[in-house]
Structure formats: structure tokens, C-alpha cells
């Protein structure tokens, strides 16, 4: 049988190591993904990355005059999307790496151009599920909600699906 001090300094143990601020900036996502997206955020001053959901900024991303930004995404918890990496594209230019880490978009900041012209929407993520629109209209609204493995889950005009064939060209429609 182990002395009772064994067990003050184990459960104080378990106690400082769920509060320390240190743990709880390693949150990880609650879902896997491996998609990329746009960031659509039109805020002059740049779209924050945050060290953790809601936490503090690690990264401020600019896209200069036609270029536009794109972010490949990790995961998903709740309305935060966590990041590894950002790149600048520019249609004269080409594209660079502005961004290479560990971050969090929230949801508000990130979408996608529209659909892959006659790009199909599924009920689920799985290309098995039901069709919610099986041809999907490429210059049409489309709202990033989710991820999930490949899949991102978007809202449009015909409802809510997961697609594989969102388009990230900011400049002409995908086709």
C-alpha cells in the first residue's frame, strides 16, 4: 500500500497539469481533415491566425491587390479550423509560402470561390450518400460549415452537403 503522501502529490500533480495554461494551448482538433481553403476575409488590416481557438494571434496574413490566400486545414473544432500552412497566390506571380505552422482560422474568415462547375454535393460525407445536388452550379454562394477527411461540408442554394470539387480560383470560375 503506498504512504498517503504518495497520494497528495499525485492527485496535486493531476491537478496542476489540468490547469497549466501550457496544456491547454495544445488543443488539437476534434476532426481530422485534409482540405484547403480561402480565406475571405476582406479586413484591411489582415486575417489573424490565432495560436489556439480564440487565443492569441501567432500570424497576420495580408493579400496584396488581385492575390488571394490559401490555407490548408488540419481539423475542425467547432468553428475553429486548425492550419499548418498559408500560401500567397497571385495570378502574375505565382505562389509563395506566407505561412508555415501551427494555427486556427475561424470559420467566419474561411470559404472557397464557389463549386467545381457540375460538381456533385453529397448528403454525407461519402461519395455513397444521397445526392443533394448532384450538378452543382460553379458561380454560385457557397458557405464553408465543416470538414471532414477530404470532404468539406458547404450550404447552397440547394441545401446542405459534403463536396470534394470546391473551387479556390478567386479570379475565373473552376470547370
Known amino acids: 500500500m503506498k504512504p498517503r503522501g504518495f497520494w497528495v502529490l499525485f492527485l496535486a500533480s493531476i491537478s496542476l497539469a489540468l490547469s497549466c495554461p501550457a496544456a491547454s494551448a495544445q488543443v488539437r482538433s476534434a476532426r481530422s481533415c485534409n482540405v484547403t481553403v480561402d480565406i475571405v476575409d476582406n479586413d484591411p488590416q489582415g486575417t489573424h491566425v490565432r495560436a489556439a481557438p480564440a487565443g492569441a494571434i501567432a500570424a497576420t496574413l495580408r493579400a ?5 490566400i490559401e490555407a490548408h486545414v488540419l481539423g475542425q473544432r467547432e468553428d475553429w479550423f486548425e492550419i499548418d500552412r498559408a500560401d500567397l497566390i497571385d495570378p502574375g506571380v505565382g505562389e509563395r509560402p506566407i505561412f ?6 475561424h470559420r467566419s474568415v474561411i470559404g472557397v470561390s464557389g463549386m467545381q462547375n457540375g460538381g456533385e454535393i453529397y448528403s454525407d460525407h461519402d461519395e455513397k ?7 452543382a452550379a460553379g458561380d454560385q454562394n457557397v458557405v464553408v460549415l465543416g470538414c471532414w477527411g477530404h470532404f468539406l461540408q458547404v450550404k447552397v442554394a440547394k441545401g446542405t452537403g459534403w463536396t470534394l470539387q470546391a473551387c479556390l480560383n478567386m479570379v475565373t470560375t473552376c470547370v
Not at 64 to 68: C, F, K, Q, R
Open 100 to 105: 508555415r505552422g501551427h494555427g486556427w482560422l
Open 129 to 135: 450518400s444521397a445526392p443533394v445536388d448532384p450538378h
Open 64 to 68: 496584396p491587390g488581385e492575390a488571394w
